[in-house]
């Protein structure tokens, strides 16, 4: 099994409670001189279960899965890595029919109460990276010191990328706007590099676990395929990080919603998300590239369902069908009806 993550997600910390395991940190040269016959060492396991943590360190990662995969199919191996595996050169077989991949989200709303968090205004400032989310107080310089082991140590080690300052820059401006459209021209010119590099990075992002793309739900159409996506990043702390927020307001909260219900679906293992486009009053229907393309009937019972959920939350019945559907938090996936009712149960403590 493979568990891809960002850094400091809690990869390690979950594998080494494993019972009846044998644990080795990649890091170490001494494991990999180890690992130099896999077969040998195999061979030589007297316990169940076998960790490799930052599988990707090693020189010849696949080459090891496979062979405890093929030759020992008793034996139930755990790769950790913070990149998905085959993301690099050093992954000369994808491992396809051999392996299952479950992607290790922040820490969840339910999750909440193990870490003797009360007050989901403190998840959502703080982010999910228990580092983060368990210490004292508020330590803006903990995100700083993540950027830079993630690029020194998940993208210069593992893609080889120079130009750090443009990449993290880049990186920076997609935290500032997550939750919202991706326009890859305007984000090239801010950050000061070219269409093709943004694109180039935005693969690297994705493979890397910090930033996931959304398309617009249409029915499974091409305009599915070819609308704007929404872009977000996997951790509330390092969007409040890049906006420079040091402590919450209301209206700040519904965004970071946003977040929590997208890693929410990602840990439930859905195959695909997509998001439902904000409907403007004057034209009556899902705006732009996001149209659902259904009948006119059913996207008038999608409206009717956002009208009740706005009702249900508060929004004054007096404002127009496109206020209150304005005034609705876009989440980033399924009906935003549903996403309110979820909202509804689980409110933000004051």
Not at 296 to 311: D, F, L, P, T, W
Request: net charge positive.
């Amino acid at each position: 099994m493979a568990d891809p993550g960002p850094r400091r997600v809690g990869k390690t910390v979950l594998a080494q409670s494993l019972p009846d395991t044998e644990f080795l940190n990649c890091d170490l040269p001494s494991v990999a001189e180890r690992l130099r016959d896999p077969e040998r060492f195999y061979g030589s396991l007297k316990k169940k279960y076998v960790v490799f943590d930052e599988v990707h360190q090693l020189p010849d990662p696949s080459r090891l899965l496979k062979i405890g995969a093929d030759a020992f199919p008793k034996l139930k191996i755990l790769a950790t890595g913070s990149s998905t595996l085959a993301a690099t050169t050093k992954f000369r077989d994808s491992l396809t029919g051999r392996k299952r991949v479950v992607e290790l989200v922040p820490v969840l709303y339910e999750e909440l109460t193990a870490f003797g968090v009360v007050d989901l205004r403190d998840r959502l400032l703080r982010g999910g990276l228990p580092p983060a989310l368990l210490a004292e107080k508020h330590n803006p310089e903990f995100y700083s010191e993540w950027l830079d082991s993630y690029y020194a140590r998940d993208v210069q080690e593992l893609f080889r990328l120079e130009k750090r300052a443009a990449f993290l820059r880049l990186l920076e401006l997609l935290f500032r706007q997550s939750g919202g459209l991706l326009d890859v021209t305007r984000l090239a010119a801010e950050s000061q590099v070219s269409r093709p590099t943004v694109a180039n990075w935005l693969e690297v992002y994705q493979t890397t676990h910090v930033v996931r793309l959304l398309r617009p739900f249409s029915g499974g159409g091409k305009r599915e395929i070819l609308g704007q996506p929404k872009v977000f990043g996997f951790d509330t702390g390092l969007v409040c990080h890049a906006r420079g927020w040091d402590h919450l307001r209301t209206d700040d909260c519904s965004v970071l919603w946003e977040h929590l219900v997208l890693e929410t679906l990602v840990a439930r293992r859905l195959a695909t998300h997509s998001f439902l486009a904000r409907q403007t009053a004057s034209r009556g229907g899902l705006r732009g590239a996001a149209r659902t393309g259904c009948c006119g009937r059913h996207r008038m019972q999608v409206e009717r369902r956002c009208i009740r959920a706005a009702r249900a939350g508060g929004i004054p019945r007096h404002l127009s069908k496109g206020q209150q559907l304005r005034r609705l938090p876009v989440v980033g996936s399924g009906l935003r009806a549903g996403a309110q009712r979820t909202q509804n149960h689980f409110p933000i403590t004051k």
